[in-house]
C-alpha cells in the first residue's frame, strides 16, 4: 500500500516528501481553505506538485459537468500530470467519462459504499476514493467500506485504484492495508505517529548513547 500525504500545508507536505516514502499527495478544499486566504490557490498547487513529484490530485469545487469540466483544464494548465479529484454526483460521473476518453487521470472523491466505487470505477476513474473517518463519525463502521470494495476489485480483478481517505489514526492506516487498499491518504499528523513507536525512539537513544561510552572509553 503507497502512502500519499492528504494536505495543502506546504511545509508539512515539504518534510513529508523529505522522508523518502511518499508516493503523492491529495488536496481538497476544504484543506485549501485552513490555508492562509492571502496565498494564490493555484501557486499553491503548483509548489505542492512540485515539492512531491508524484501523484497530486486537485479537486474541482463546480457541482456540474461543464464547470467540473472547464476546471480540469484549468488546473491541467497549471501542470499536465494533474490528476483531476472529482466528486462522486451524477454530473460528476459524467464529467468522469469524458476525461476518461481523453486518458486525463481521474480521482473520485467522497465515496461511502463499494457500489459508489464501482459506479466511478465504471465511469472511468483512475482512482476511487473511499472514506472512512466519515463513517465512523456517523457510528458506521468506515473500514468496512473499504473492506467490500476491495473484495469487489480481487474478484471481478478491477485495475482503478482504491485510495483509503478521511484516516484519522494508525490504526485506521494499519487496517487499510489488511483490507487491500491500494493507498491511503494521511493527514501530515497522522503520518507522522504512524511512523512513530516508543520503543524504536528509546532504542536508538540507548544505541547513541552506548556509542558514546564506548568511543569515551577508547579516548
Ligand atoms: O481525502 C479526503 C479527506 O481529506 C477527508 O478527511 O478528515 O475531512 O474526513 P476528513
Not at 512531491?52 to 484549468?74: F, I, K, P, Q, W
Not at 467490500?148 to 489514526?169: F, G, K, N, V, Y
Not at 487498499?181 to 494521511?186: C, E, G, N, R, Y
Amino acid at each position: 500500500m503507497q502512502f500519499y500525504v492528504d494536505s495543502a500545508n506546504l511545509s508539512d507536505i515539504r518534510h513529508a516528501a523529505s522522508l523518502g516514502f511518499l508516493s503523492g499527495v491529495t488536496t481538497n478544499p476544504s484543506l485549501l481553505a485552513k490555508e492562509d486566504p492571502s496565498l494564490d490557490v493555484k501557486q499553491i498547487i503548483k509548489e505542492i506538485h512540485a515539492s512531491v513529484g508524484g501523484h497530486c490530485s486537485v479537486e474541482v469545487n463546480s457541482t456540474d459537468t461543464d464547470g467540473m469540466l472547464r476546471e480540469a483544464d484549468e488546473i491541467l494548465k497549471w501542470f499536465p500530470e494533474a490528476t483531476i479529484k472529482i466528486p462522486m454526483i451524477p454530473a460528476g460521473l459524467s464529467a468522469v467519462r469524458r476525461l476518461a476518453q481523453q486518458e486525463i487521470p481521474t480521482n473520485v472523491t467522497l465515496i461511502f459504499t463499494a457500489n459508489q466505487a464501482l459506479a466511478a470505477h465504471n465511469a472511468g476513474a483512475t482512482y476511487v476514493s473511499v472514506f472512512v473517518g466519515r463513517l465512523d463519525d456517523i457510528s458506521t463502521e468506515g473500514i468496512q467500506a473499504i473492506r467490500d470494495t476491495a473484495e469487489i476489485w480481487d474478484l471481478h480483478s478491477l485495475d482503478s485504484q482504491i485510495i483509503a481517505a478521511s484516516l484519522r489514526h494508525p490504526l485506521h492506516v494499519l487496517e487499510c492495508a489488511r483490507a487491500g487498499a491500494h493507498i491511503a491518504t494521511v493527514p501530515y499528523k497522522v503520518l507522522m505517529q504512524t511512523l512513530n513507536h516508543p520503543l524504536t525512539t528509546s532504542g536508538v537513544q540507548a544505541f547513541v548513547d552506548d556509542y558514546k561510552k564506548m568511543m569515551a572509553a577508547k579516548s
